[in-house]
């Protein structure tokens, strides 16, 4: 069982070990957006404070509920976003400013999908630093500790980036411009050293940490903590990190495919989203231009088709909104 069950409501098909493709489907021709919006809000909490307050639990009261949407919104792209998409009705779509499209919940996702299909512990929240530290939310949308997609014995640091947008093509090239842009030496180097400055504070210490029946998970959650952080030392060989990498790289998009059919389990629709899904994964590779003299890169694909991305992150707005 996952953290989240997610499972029941998403489904993931993997042509192979570098592409998965998520989806929820249709009830009686509907398509299934209150159980997929409930789904992703459960992480909310997880997403917004990780292990910085002490282990996670399955279930929060409706105070710790209270306090994550309220660290979330005090972000100044969320507040915009639930502005645009909620108050006026509209949404932000193809904008270059991608701060203000954090606000579209892609990393909200991402954190879902990684913690539930790829078993990941989140080695830090940036809303945590943001709310609690009044630090910069930039850098990689999710920084997280995984198994190894080549060898699940071992574990990677996984750097992970999401889109949202209102067409795959748009997403998947902007995906694309991004490990262009942030796979260079320099930028890696700085993004390292502010990972290893906040891992190195905001969590609990084994002594202070009270709940003895989760003991145990923490101390081995610490364990992998030091272990990454002495990883990407920046005495570290740069080469020798990013062998230990994986970059999870996720498009959530508007899907003719899901505008077209209203039953996932026919051939029809299974073709033609194999056909979307092929033809998105090629304008990726076309777009994919490596940095010199980063030359291997453990990319995974993930693409996230739904009826309508607006209508996905208006709903998400209206339920985390009401938790305020």
């Avoid at 993997?14 to 809000?41: C, D, H, M, T």
């Avoid at 080695?123 to 630090?135: T, V």
């Avoid at 795959?168 to 993004?191: M, N, Q």
């Avoid at 056909?275 to 995974?300: A, C, M, Q, W, Y």
Wanted: aromatic fraction near 14%.
């Amino acid at each position: 069982m996952s953290i989240f069950g997610s499972e029941a409501i998403i489904k993931c098909q993997s042509p192979n070990s570098k592409l998965k493709i998520y989806y929820a489907g249709f009830e009686f021709g509907i398509f299934r957006w209150k159980p997929l919006v409930k789904q992703i809000v459960e992480a909310l909490v997880d997403f917004s404070f990780g292990f910085h307050l002490g282990i996670l639990e399955n279930f929060y009261g409706i105070r710790v509920l209270n306090d994550a949407a309220n660290a979330l919104y005090k972000i100044e792209e969320f507040e915009q976003a639930y502005t645009k998409y909620f108050m006026q009705n509209s949404e932000f779509d193809d904008i270059a400013d991608k701060y203000k499209k954090r606000g579209e919940f892609g990393e909200l996702i991402l954190h879902l999908l990684l913690r539930d299909f790829h078993g990941s512990l989140p080695l830090l929240s940036k809303i945590y630093f943001k709310d609690s530290l009044g630090h910069a939310v930039h850098g990689f949308d999710a920084v997280h500790i995984a198994p190894d997609i080549d060898d699940n014995t071992k574990f990677s640091l996984w750097l992970g980036e999401s889109k949202l947008y209102a067409t795959g093509d748009s997403g998947v090239k902007a995906l694309a411009k991004d490990i262009e842009e942030h796979f260079k030496i320099d930028y890696l180097r700085d993004e390292f050293s502010l990972i290893s400055k906040k891992i190195k504070t905001g969590f609990y210490s084994l002594e202070q940490f009270k709940d003895l029946n989760k003991k145990l998970e923490y101390e081995e959650f610490l364990q992998k903590k030091e272990y990454w952080l002495n990883q990407i030392d920046s005495k570290q060989n740069l080469e020798h990190i990013l062998s230990s990498v994986t970059i999870p790289m996720l498009c959530t998009y508007t899907s003719d495919t899901f505008n077209k059919h209203n039953d996932e389990t026919t051939k029809e629709f299974m073709s033609d989203l194999q056909i979307e899904i092929e033809s998105l994964e090629k304008i990726f590779k076309d777009n994919l231009n490596i940095p010199h003299p980063v030359t291997n890169l453990n990319v995974l694909l993930l693409f996230f088709p739904v009826p309508s991305k607006k209508e996905l992150v208006k709903q998400l707005h209206f339920e985390i909104g009401k938790l305020q």
